[in-house]
Every structure is written in C-alpha cells, then in structure tokens.
C-alpha cells in the first residue's frame, strides 16, 4: 500500500487511550481488555469502531479485529493491512506508556481458528481477562464478523458499553484535527454564501418552480464537481456531504437531522436549508433560513434566534456543563420571549467530529457532562409552529425557523464560529415588490385584450397612451410618498428639538495664561535690573521695561511683533490682544473686558556704537525680536496640537490577540499619510480593533466600536482597491484628528508613459493585461477574504458593504467632479482625497438647487437632522441624474424637494434653531415643497400671459417702456417661433443672395438701433435693471432673449450677428451660440426672482 500513517498521532492518541483507561474512571475501570471489530458494510456510515481507527490511523480499515490489552494492542487483518501497519511497529513501547503492538495476518484456509484463539488468549492474559469492552451498537454484517463472534461466545466474556466513553475521549480536538474541520466548515460557507444563495435567489426572481429533493440534488452536485473553483485548494477525493442536503418551506417542517428533502415544490416563505461538509472524515454542519417577504413579527422572532445563538456561544466555555448552558438559554427565552417557550428546539446542538453527532454531548436539559477546549459543537436554535398572519396563502401561514453552525470551544473566551456563512435578518431576506409586479401584470392583461386590428392606424397611440399611464401611476406613488415622508418629518423633528436634542455643544472657557504665580519666580537677570527687555524662555514670557518697572507680558497676550530700521534708530513695535482687535470666532475670550489694556508698545535703540561698547545698543531689540517669533511659533504649534486634541475622545486600549491566524492584508498604503512620504504597511485584525503597522514602525489603532462604516470597494473600474473606515469619534495621527482612515493598494500603472511605443498586438502588452486581470482577481479575493474573516471574527458586530456602483452619480462634494456611490446606509466617494461619507440615517433632508429645464446641472443640499451640524452640498450633478437620484432617495425613504434658487442655508438653519417652534407651527419645512398652491398660481400666470400679449400688440408703446419684462417672460411659443420664421424666409422661396443682403440690413438696423438706445440711457443717466434689444418688431421672431425662454428663435436674426450666413449648418451653429450666451447671461445674473408674469414684475 502507498498509504502512510502518521506515528506520531497514533502513539499520541493511543497514550491517552491507555491513561484515561488507567484512571479507571466509571465504566473504563470494569474491564479488563478493549475489543474494536470492523466488517465490511456500505450502508453503515458513522459508528463508533470505524470512527476509533480513524482517530487512531487516519483510515478505516475493514474485516479488522483490534484487542487493546494492558500488555499489547494486537491487530488482526488481512495481508495488505498487515503492511500498511508494520510502519507502527518498532516506535512504541513501555517507555512511551504504550503497550507493544502486536500483528496478526488472517489466515483463510482454517478460517482464522487459531488467529481467534490467540485474541481470545490475550484477553484472558489482560488482568482478570473477563470483562470486555465493546461498541454495543455496532454489529457488522459478513463472514469474518460471524466467526469471531461465534469464537468469542464459548468464553462467556462479560461485556460493558464504552461508546460513551470513548466519545467522551476523542471529543476534544487537536489543532491539526481542528483545522481539518475549519476547512470543511468553510466549505459550506463557501456552498452557502457562493453558490445556495444565488440559486435560491434566481428561484425566487425567476418564479421558478423546482422541488426540494432538485435544490438538494443541486448542492450534492456542487460537491462532486471536481472542476468547481470552491473546491480548489483542497483534495477533492476526501470530500463528502455528511448527509444528504435538506430543504424545506410551505409549512411543512420537521427540525431534525435526519429528515429527508421531499418533492413538493419550493414555496416563497421560510426556506430552511441544512447540509455540512464532510472533510477527511471530520464532519461540519450549517444551518439557515431564507426569508421571502417576512413579517415584522416574523423578522423579530428571526432576529432573537441569533441573539440566543449568540448568547449559547458566551456559555459555551471549558470546563462548563452542557445541562447549565442549556438552563441559561432557556432563561433567556423566558425572559425574553415565553411565548417561544413550546416552540424552541428541545436542544441546542450536540458534540461532533468523525461521527456527526455524538449523543453523549448534547447541549440539553439531562447532559451534566462538561465541555472541553478543543470540541467541537453543531449549535442549533429553532422555533416551530409560529403563525404568520400576513401569509398570502394557506402554506405560508405557518412557519418554522432554524439556525445553526460549527464552532470551536475555546479555554479562555467563548466559542468560535467556524462557520462565517452570514445569518443576520437582512442578510437572508428577499423583499419582492408585489404592487409594482401586479401593476405591470395588469397591464400586460389590458394590452392583451387589444385587438390590433380594431384600430388601424391609432395602435401606436394606444401602446403610447397605455405606457404614459404607467409611468405617471409611478410618479403618483412616489409624489404620495413623499408626502407622507414630509408629515413623518415635520412631527419627528418637533418632537426631537422640543425634547431638547439639539443642545449645542458648550463652548469650553480656557483659562487666561499666568506667567508667574509668585513673585518670587520673576528672573533675577541683570537685564531686569538694567530695565532692558528680557525674554523667558521657560515661562514664554517677555518683560518689557514700562515707565521704569520691569513687567512681565505671556506669549499669548502677543499678537504680532515687528521691527524697522530708520536713520540711526531701530524700532521694536509689539501689539497686544485686546477687546475687539480681531473679529470673529477665534477671538480670545477675557474674564474682566472692562480693564484697561495695552493696545501697543514701541520701543526705540540707537544703532550707533559707542566707544568701547561691544555692540550697539539696538541689538537688543533685534535679539528680543529673534527670541519672541521663536517663543511665539513654538506656543502657537503647541496650543494648535492642544486645541486639535481638546474634543478627542479617548479610545479602548487595542488587545492584541496572539493567535497567528489573525486575519491580514500585506503591502497596503494609509491614507492620510503618516508621514509626507507614502509609506506601506500591515492591517491585522485584533480582538477589538484593527492595527496597521508601517515599515517604518508607526502604529494607527482603529477599535472596532469605534467605526462607523466600514466600507470595502473593489477594483472594478478604478485602479485602487481599498477598505476605508468612517468613524464616529475622530483619532489622532499624523499630528491631526481624522474622521475617515483609508487602506488601499494599487492595482495597474495609474500613469502612462506616452513615450513608449505601443502597439494593439504587442506581446508585452498583452501579457501586462493578462497580469493585470490576474492581479485584480487575486486582490479582489484577498481584499473580500479580509472582510469575511473579520466579519466572523467579530461576530457580525462589525459588517463591511460594499458601494452600489450601478446606482452612483456624478458630482462635486469638494473640488473635484467623482462618482458618488450609494451603499446601504451611506452616499460616499472613496477613491479621491479628501472622501466624502455622508451617513442616510443622519438626513433629515435633500433640497436640490437650481433645477431648471435651461440649465445642465443642479445642485444637492443634505440638511442633518441635527440642525447645528452645517450642510453638505454636492454640486454640478447632471440634470439628466434628477430621475434617478429622486427614485433612489424615495427607496431609501428620505424626504426631498426642489427649488430654482439656490438659498443661505446658514441663516435658515440659525432661523430654525432659534425659533424650532415658530418655525414648524408655520409649515415647517413646507416651504420647500414646490407642489403647495402651484396650480392656481400658474393659472393666474397663464391669463396674465395673455392679456399682456394681446396689450402688447394693439399699443407699440408698451414694447418701448417694457422692453426688458417681455424679455424677461417671452410668451411666444416654439410653435409660433416655427412657423414666423417659415413666412419670413422659407416660405416666400428667397435664394441665398437675398438672405445675406436682408442679414446685412438687418445686422445694420440693429447696430442702429443699440447707438440711439445707448445715446438715450446715457442722455437719462440711467440703465434698465435687464437690458435687452429688438431688431425688429416682435412678430419677426428677432428678439434676443435674456432667459433663452425660446427654444426655436429665428435662425436668420440670430446669425446676422456674426455676419452672413451660407449653409444651414452654420446659421445653426451660430444659433446656438446666440443661445448659450443667453443661458450664461441668465446664470451670471444673482438673486434674481422669478416672475409669474410680466404685469408683476413691471413698475
């Protein structure tokens, strides 16, 4: 055989075998020798004799006899076994504290007499040699199984059950034990999270019908896909299902283990899913619960079941029994929960390993037995019978939830999930939106009924009528919900300011600077005495010589210093702080401002050197002018670093966990940088926060509780992948408090050398592509790895999302235009510096700006609901966006409006906090909603529109005195612009020469025209608020428009002004000049209102 046994575990594990036998505990002291027999049956795969040699060999071994003896452990086998175990011999002995091992080849043509009569003869030599150990249940079928129980019965051995014991012997792992069942157990979070998941999901997208046994069968074939990637890494010849996948939904369920999937079809409610993979012979298990449009009752009960999971994990210690973290469970449930009391599982989980459940250990009310570091558990939690009132047929009215996974004992702290598969609410739940379905089913039915034929040449309108229905019915729903979101709004935010949440933060009084305390530290310098200005150092402090008294002046009472030379004098000027020399908020606060204070002092020194002076007496002044700026900058870094450090909130101390399997990520740069220089380092993931480590040997600590959002943006599209934290508390590093930290790595040249050739079909090309997929594919695992590690590190309590790429948006939260990515809970920018993270829970808000047909752009204004935080803005989105920013807001339930004008948010907000009440009892934020009274108003606009049209045209006086107010609010509609134009020059059939001579005139009049106006305001000495001029009478379509309000303007007049005109093409390119001219001249002019009608606006 190629076959190699490990000899060190088997020594290993057969000494504790031997010591746990010689303490005699219980049932180990009645017997006087151990007896493992194995046949040959297909159909038996757990039992506890095929699970001792795999504990012992690593292998199963048929048609094998062991007799373990206080003298000798005796195998009986066939030849080729007998090989495979003669590696054992020779290594253990009496020294180790193993008994010599003894083989025994079978011999078939006496049928094995005499190899029997040797065992039957050690057992009798083994102390008293008539009680034997055995495995009561296991009782193999065959021949050689027969004949060694016909040889055993003559002897009348007593016989004692040790399954129990010897369960309760191999339950505590090895590490390479528990490794081998972590692989496994990834395995199935693999299965789960990768492949089950989708499925399900396009199931239940699809609407598809597929029974259970067909989603089992599905899964087992995962498993016995050798070319699978899930299973690379792995060897997929010791690869199994421990039991046969089970999925169950549609009311029917049964929480055991041994159930089997049936043919019913998969029903849209509770799909419970149970399968583990089996590795080596060491046995995994997972267990969830997929939720289709759950209740909220449903949902909560969901919710608390991983809170109980969680809650057994914390009891599930070394050295605790099983029955106590059983008995807290149940407490907890009753406390929490009893009306589950009848409906919870009667246990909640059991000891596994080889065998996939042990019976002696099972976390229930009877097991007094304790668990030890190294087990292994399947922790199960589920509920049955629960009623769901909202079920929409008669199979989801009932239902059943259940949880469970693999986890480790551990000595010191509680147990660890090996299973990482999420199982948090929102995490299984598929919400399916049933009235936008029946919508479209309805339609589909109603366009069904059509008959084509019916109506000929009025289909198309028909289809057309139909589809416009459609989409106001959406725009209908999403009006009423804004609606009902501004009434939720206005009362939660009453509610909150009238409650007193909005307490601003207290302004901290510091202290006034001291230079001496005592008298006595004042400096007994000569230059004090000798009344010359004298700088301390020690206390930053400078003594000035006033009116013969030296007097002692803190940095901090400086504001600035200079210096001057004139003729033969040197000048020393040094101003004070005092009320009201600087303006604003960093202004020093004072305790007395009724004092009087020194505004300024002068000082002047000559620059001539007397006879035998070493220096002039002026060097002074520049000396104290030297040391003062030094004092002055070193006091002005330290109170900066202090004020920085002021509002820090002071941060858990990082315990540092010593295990090496610590989830990591290598080769990542920090941004901000630590350093001016970009430096790459180390993230590791502790017990309670994160460390990155540089390869300079900085330290940034980032404590769990202390994040925000963590964010994890892959590659896809950008050449940066990066993990970026949002915090709720800032953190000091690099000398400054940062909010957001950033970890990333690159994943291509983000530069380009234009001076290399560079060809399609080059191979180095091509292969630096290949590498580059490659690299991001590696990266893209390693980044999502990372996460998944920490994830069950921390016990779901710190989550990553990831952004929505196919939602995001242009825009300019800083300075420069990025893509907005929406994730779960935020709208931020990661991939440039600064980031821009604004929190949705945190809105109370969204107003647009400048929303205008004529415009390219607007612009979106969060309001917090904590109303002292300032506003963020994010400018310059595409009008094109309004649609889908409006849809992705209203799925996330925020309330926004809109408006042409763009406001003071400084002074609304300082408005509202100072009155909150007035502010509400007058319609609250009412007043941004664009949809209150707009319907009379614009009706009134409309009649006003016409009489002044109809007033325009009977008295041509009006276009002389109002001139710029129908500029301002052109009526004429794109129609009629159309059709002027037509009877001015295409209808009348003129030739191009024509056309350039009437362009001329018209270029003449015009200029005309604009000297005598000119001539006039000038004559006046005064101009109109809105300047604009008229070539000719309004009916010709000539007049230039400040607002652009005419889409179609006269193509002729608009390009006579840059000259005549030969091809379509250029009067229409000069047309749209004209045009956006006049949309710049729009958007320049700041403040101005917008008119219901001409009439208003005149004086």
Same mark, same amino acid.
């Given at each position: 055989?190629?076959?190699?046994?490990?000899?060190?575990?088997?020594? %290993?594990?057969?000494?504790?075998?031997?010591?746990?036998?010689?303490?005699?505990?219980?049932?180990?002291?009645?017997?006087?020798?151990?007896?493992?027999?194995?046949?040959?049956?297909?159909?038996?795969?757990?039992?506890?004799?095929?699970?001792?040699?795999?504990?012992?060999?690593?292998?199963?071994?048929?048609?094998?006899?062991?007799?373990?003896?206080?003298?000798?452990?005796?195998?009986?086998?066939?030849?080729?076994?007998?090989?495979?175990?003669?590696?054992?011999?020779?290594?253990?002995?009496?020294?180790?504290?193993?008994?010599?091992?003894?083989?025994?080849?079978?011999?078939?043509?006496?049928?094995?007499?005499?190899?029997?009569?040797?065992?039957?003869?050690?057992?009798?030599?083994?102390?008293?040699?008539?009680?034997?150990?055995?495995?009561?249940?296991?009782?193999?079928?065959?021949?050689?199984?027969?004949?060694? %129980?016909?040889?055993?019965?003559?002897?009348?051995?007593?016989?004692?059950?040790?399954?129990?014991?010897?369960?309760?012997?191999?339950?505590?792992?090895?590490?390479?034990?528990?490794?081998?069942?972590?692989?496994?157990?990834?395995?199935?979070?693999?299965?789960?999270?990768?492949?089950?998941?989708?499925?399900?999901?396009?199931?239940?997208?699809?609407?598809?019908?597929?029974?259970?046994?067909?989603?089992?069968?599905?899964?087992?074939?995962?498993?016995?896909?050798?070319?699978?990637?899930?299973?690379?890494?792995?060897?997929?010849?010791?690869?199994?299902?421990?039991?046969?996948?089970?999925?169950?939904?549609?009311?029917?369920?049964?929480?055991?283990?041994?159930?089997?999937?049936?043919?019913?079809?998969?029903?849209?409610?509770?799909?419970?899913?149970?399968?583990?993979?089996?590795?080596?012979?060491?046995?995994?298990?997972?267990?969830?619960?997929?939720?289709?449009?759950?209740?909220?009752?449903?949902?909560?009960?969901?919710?608390?079941?991983?809170?109980?999971?969680?809650?057994?994990?914390?009891?599930?210690?070394?050295?605790?029994?099983?029955?106590?973290?059983?008995?807290?469970?149940?407490?907890?449930?009753?406390?929490?929960?009893?009306?589950?009391?009848?409906?919870?599982?009667?246990?909640?989980?059991?000891?596994?390993?080889?065998?996939?459940?042990?019976?002696?250990?099972?976390?229930?009310?009877?097991?007094?037995?304790?668990?030890?570091?190294?087990?292994?558990?399947?922790?199960?939690?589920?509920?049955?019978?629960?009623?769901?009132?909202?079920?929409?047929?008669?199979?989801?009215?009932?239902?059943?939830?259940?949880?469970?996974?693999?986890?480790?004992?551990?000595?010191?702290?509680?147990?660890?999930?090996?299973?990482?598969?999420?199982?948090?609410?929102?995490?299984?739940?598929?919400?399916?939106?049933?009235?936008?379905?029946?919508?479209?089913?309805?339609?589909?039915?109603?366009?069904?009924?059509?008959?084509?034929?019916?109506?000929?040449?009025?289909?198309?309108?028909?289809?057309?009528?139909?589809?416009?229905?459609?989409?106001?019915?959406?725009?209908?729903?999403?009006?009423?919900?804004?609606?009902?979101?501004?009434?939720?709004?206005?009362?939660?935010?009453?509610?909150?300011?009238?409650?007193?949440?909005?307490?601003?933060?207290?302004?901290?009084?510091?202290?006034?600077?001291?230079?001496?305390?005592?008298?006595?530290?004042?400096?007994?310098?000569?230059?004090?005495?000798?009344?010359?200005?004298?700088?301390?150092?020690?206390?930053?402090?400078?003594?000035?010589?006033?009116?013969?008294?030296?007097?002692?002046?803190?940095?901090?009472?400086?504001?600035?210093?200079?210096?001057?030379?004139?003729?033969?004098?040197?000048?020393?000027?040094?101003?004070?702080?005092?009320?009201?020399?600087?303006?604003?908020?960093?202004?020093?606060?004072?305790?007395?401002?009724?004092?009087?204070?020194?505004?300024?002092?002068?000082?002047?020194?000559?620059?001539?050197?007397?006879?035998?002076?070493?220096?002039?007496?002026?060097?002074?002044?520049?000396?104290?002018?030297?040391?003062?700026?030094?004092?002055?900058?070193?006091?002005?870094?330290?109170?900066?670093?202090?004020?920085?450090?002021?509002?820090?909130?002071?941060?858990?101390?990082?315990?540092?966990?010593?295990?090496?399997?610590?989830?990591?990520?290598?080769?990542?740069?920090?941004?901000?940088?630590?350093?001016?220089?970009?430096?790459?380092?180390?993230?590791?993931?502790?017990?309670?926060?994160?460390?990155?480590?540089?390869?300079?040997?900085?330290?940034?600590?980032?404590?769990?509780?202390?994040?925000?959002?963590?964010?994890?943006?892959?590659?896809?599209?950008?050449?940066?992948?990066?993990?970026?934290?949002?915090?709720?508390?800032?953190?000091?590093?690099?000398?400054?408090?940062?909010?957001?930290?950033?970890?990333?790595?690159?994943?291509?040249?983000?530069?380009?050398?234009?001076?290399?050739?560079?060809?399609?079909?080059?191979?180095?090309?091509?292969?630096?592509?290949?590498?580059?997929?490659?690299?991001?594919?590696?990266?893209?695992?390693?980044?999502?790895?990372?996460?998944?590690?920490?994830?069950?590190?921390?016990?779901?309590?710190?989550?990553?999302?990831?952004?929505f790429r196919e939602l995001g948006f242009q825009g300019v939260p800083h300075r420069e235009t990025v893509l907005l990515l929406p994730t779960s809970s935020a709208l931020c920018n990661l991939?440039?510096?600064?980031?821009?993270?604004?929190?949705?829970?945190?809105?109370?808000?969204?107003?647009?700006?400048?929303?205008?047909?004529?415009?390219?752009?607007?612009?979106?204004?969060?309001?917090?609901?904590?109303?002292?935080?300032?506003?963020?803005?994010?400018?310059?989105?595409?009008?094109?966006m309004l649609d889908h920013v409006k849809e992705w807001l209203n799925s996330c339930d925020i309330k926004y409006t809109e408006g042409i004008q763009s406001l003071n948010w400084t002074k609304?907000?300082?408005?509202?906090?100072?009155?909150?009440?007035?502010?509400?009892?007058?319609?609250?934020?009412?007043?941004?909603?664009?949809?209150?009274?707009?319907?009379?108003?614009?009706?009134?606009?409309?009649?006003?529109?016409?009489?002044?049209?109809?007033?325009?045209?009977?008295?041509?006086?009006?276009?002389?005195?109002?001139?710029?107010?129908?500029s301002e609010d052109s009526n004429l509609s794109d129609e009629e612009n159309y059709s002027e134009e037509l009877d001015s020059d295409e209808s009348s059939g003129k030739d191009w020469s024509?056309?350039?001579?009437?362009?001329?005139?018209?270029?003449?009049?015009?200029?005309?025209?604009?000297?005598? %106006?000119?001539?006039?305001?000038?004559?006046?000495?005064?101009?109109?608020?809105?300047?604009?001029?008229?070539?000719?009478?309004?009916?010709?379509?000539?007049?230039?428009?400040?607002?652009?309000?005419?889409?179609?303007?006269?193509?002729?007049?608009?390009?006579?002004?840059?000259?005549?005109?030969?091809?379509?093409?250029?009067?229409?390119?000069?047309?749209?000049?004209?045009?956006?001219?006049?949309?710049?001249?729009?958007?320049?002019?700041?403040?101005?209102?917008?008119?219901?009608?001409?009439?208003?606006?005149?004086?």
């Amino acid at each position: 055989m190629s076959m190699k046994v490990d000899k060190e575990a088997f020594y %290993r594990r057969a000494k504790r075998l031997y010591s746990t036998w010689k303490g005699g505990d219980g049932e180990w002291g009645k017997v006087d020798a151990v007896v493992c027999a194995v046949g040959v049956d297909e159909e038996v795969v757990y039992a506890k004799s095929t699970a001792l040699q795999t504990w012992l060999l690593g292998y199963e071994l048929t048609d094998t006899v062991i007799v373990f003896a206080k003298e000798s452990m005796t195998f009986l086998a066939s030849k080729k076994k007998i090989e495979f175990l003669r590696q054992l011999e020779g290594v253990g002995g009496a020294d180790k504290g193993v008994p010599a091992l003894k083989l025994l080849t079978r011999d078939k043509d006496d049928k094995d007499k005499k190899n029997f009569a040797k065992l039957v003869d050690t057992i009798k030599e083994s102390n008293k040699g008539k009680t034997l150990g055995v495995f009561a249940r296991d009782k193999f079928p065959g021949s050689f199984m027969d004949l060694w %129980r016909d040889a055993l019965k003559p002897e009348g051995f007593e016989t004692v059950d040790l399954t129990t014991q010897f369960g309760y012997l191999m339950a505590p792992k090895e590490e390479s034990e528990v490794h081998t069942i972590k692989k496994a157990a990834l395995l199935s979070s693999d299965i789960f999270d990768k492949y089950l998941k989708d499925h399900i999901a396009d199931i239940i997208d699809g609407d598809k019908k597929k029974s259970h046994s067909r989603v089992s069968k599905d899964i087992e074939d995962q498993i016995q896909n050798k070319d699978n990637k899930l299973l690379s890494g792995l060897d997929k010849s010791n690869i199994d299902m421990c039991y046969p996948p089970i999925i169950q939904s549609g009311g029917n369920y049964k929480l055991k283990f041994s159930v089997v999937s049936d043919k019913e079809n998969l029903h849209f409610g509770a799909i419970i899913c149970s399968f583990g993979i089996r590795y080596k012979s060491y046995c995994s298990n997972l267990v969830r619960t997929f939720l289709v449009d759950p209740s909220q009752d449903v949902q909560d009960v969901y919710s608390y079941l991983v809170t109980l999971e969680e809650l057994i994990l914390s009891k599930l210690k070394d050295g605790v029994k099983l029955s106590d973290v059983y008995n807290a469970a149940m407490d907890n449930v009753k406390k929490e929960k009893p009306e589950l009391m009848d409906k919870i599982s009667k246990n909640f989980g059991f000891c596994m390993g080889i065998e996939f459940r042990e019976p002696a250990l099972v976390i229930g009310p009877n097991c007094d037995r304790k668990a030890k570091a190294g087990m292994v558990f399947n922790i199960n939690v589920g509920v049955t019978g629960l009623s769901n009132k909202d079920a929409k047929d008669s199979k989801g009215k009932n239902v059943a939830l259940f949880i469970g996974d693999t986890v480790e004992v551990k000595s010191d702290e509680n147990a660890v999930v090996l299973t990482p598969a999420k199982k948090k609410a929102k995490k299984v739940s598929f919400i399916l939106k049933d009235v936008d379905s029946e919508d479209e089913k309805e339609n589909k039915d109603n366009n069904a009924e059509i008959d084509p034929q019916m109506f000929g040449r009025g289909r198309r309108s028909a289809v057309l009528d139909q589809k416009l229905r459609t989409d106001s019915t959406m725009e209908a729903k999403r009006k009423q919900h804004q609606r009902d979101l501004l009434e939720k709004m206005n009362a939660a935010a009453l509610k909150r300011l009238q409650d007193g949440d909005q307490g601003g933060e207290k302004v901290k009084m510091r202290k006034a600077p001291v230079s001496y305390k005592t008298p006595g530290l004042l400096p007994k310098e000569s230059e004090v005495k000798e009344l010359k200005i004298y700088v301390d150092k020690k206390y930053e402090t400078v003594i000035l010589p006033i009116f013969g008294v030296p007097v002692p002046f803190h940095i901090a009472t400086i504001k600035n210093i200079s210096t001057s030379k004139e003729g033969d004098y040197t000048y020393l000027r040094i101003n004070f702080f005092h009320p009201g020399a600087s303006v604003g908020r960093d202004e020093p606060r004072y305790p007395n401002p009724e004092a009087t204070f020194l505004k300024e002092v002068t000082y002047k020194s000559t620059n001539i050197k007397e006879p035998g002076e070493i220096a002039a007496p002026s060097s002074n002044l520049d000396t104290a002018f030297r040391l003062i700026k030094e004092i002055q900058k070193k006091f002005k870094t330290r109170e900066a670093e202090e004020k920085e450090k002021a509002d820090l909130v002071e941060q858990d101390q990082l315990i540092i966990s010593s295990n090496k399997g610590n989830p990591r990520l290598k080769d990542l740069y920090i941004r901000p940088n630590i350093v001016q220089k970009r430096l790459s380092g180390i993230l590791e993931a502790h017990t309670n926060g994160f460390r990155y480590t540089s390869i300079r040997g900085d330290k940034v600590d980032i404590m769990y509780n202390n994040i925000k959002h963590a964010l994890f943006q892959p590659c896809d599209g950008e050449m940066i992948i990066l993990l970026h934290f949002n915090l709720k508390n800032p953190i000091m590093f690099g000398k400054k408090k940062q909010q957001d930290v950033q970890f990333y790595t690159e994943v291509g040249e983000i530069t380009t050398d234009l001076g290399k050739h560079q060809h399609m079909h080059d191979r180095d090309d091509l292969a630096a592509e290949q590498a580059e997929r490659e690299l991001r594919q590696k990266l893209k695992q390693a980044f999502k790895g990372f996460c998944e590690k920490v994830e069950s590190t921390t016990k779901g309590a710190l989550e990553f999302d990831s952004p929505f790429r196919e939602l995001g948006f242009q825009g300019v939260p800083h300075r420069e235009t990025v893509l907005l990515l929406p994730t779960s809970s935020a709208l931020c920018n990661l991939t440039s510096w600064p980031p821009f993270v604004c929190t949705l829970e945190d809105v109370e808000l969204v107003h647009f700006e400048r929303v205008q047909l004529s415009l390219k752009n607007f612009d979106m204004v969060f309001i917090f609901k904590d109303y002292n935080r300032k506003v963020a803005m994010v400018t310059s989105i595409p009008m094109t966006m309004l649609d889908h920013v409006k849809e992705w807001l209203n799925s996330c339930d925020i309330k926004y409006t809109e408006g042409i004008q763009s406001l003071n948010w400084t002074k609304v907000m300082k408005t509202i906090v100072d009155d909150p009440e007035g502010f509400f009892e007058s319609g609250g934020w009412n007043f941004l909603d664009p949809e209150s009274g707009s319907e009379e108003e614009d009706g009134d606009s409309e009649e006003e529109d016409e009489n002044f049209e109809l007033s325009g045209e009977d008295d041509g006086s009006d276009f002389s005195e109002s001139d710029d107010d129908f500029s301002e609010d052109s009526n004429l509609s794109d129609e009629e612009n159309y059709s002027e134009e037509l009877d001015s020059d295409e209808s009348s059939g003129k030739d191009w020469s024509d056309l350039e001579a009437e362009a001329a005139e018209s270029d003449r009049n015009r200029s005309e025209d604009e000297d005598d %106006r000119h001539r006039k305001s000038s004559k006046h000495g005064k101009s109109s608020k809105h300047s604009s001029s008229f070539s000719k009478s309004p009916k010709k379509g000539s007049s230039s428009s400040k607002h652009g309000s005419s889409k179609h303007s006269s193509s002729k007049h608009g390009s006579s002004k840059h000259g005549s005109s030969r091809t379509p093409d250029k009067k229409s390119k000069s047309h749209d000049r004209d045009r956006d001219r006049g949309d710049k001249r729009k958007r320049d002019r700041s403040g101005s209102s917008h008119h219901k009608s001409p009439k208003k606006s005149r004086r």
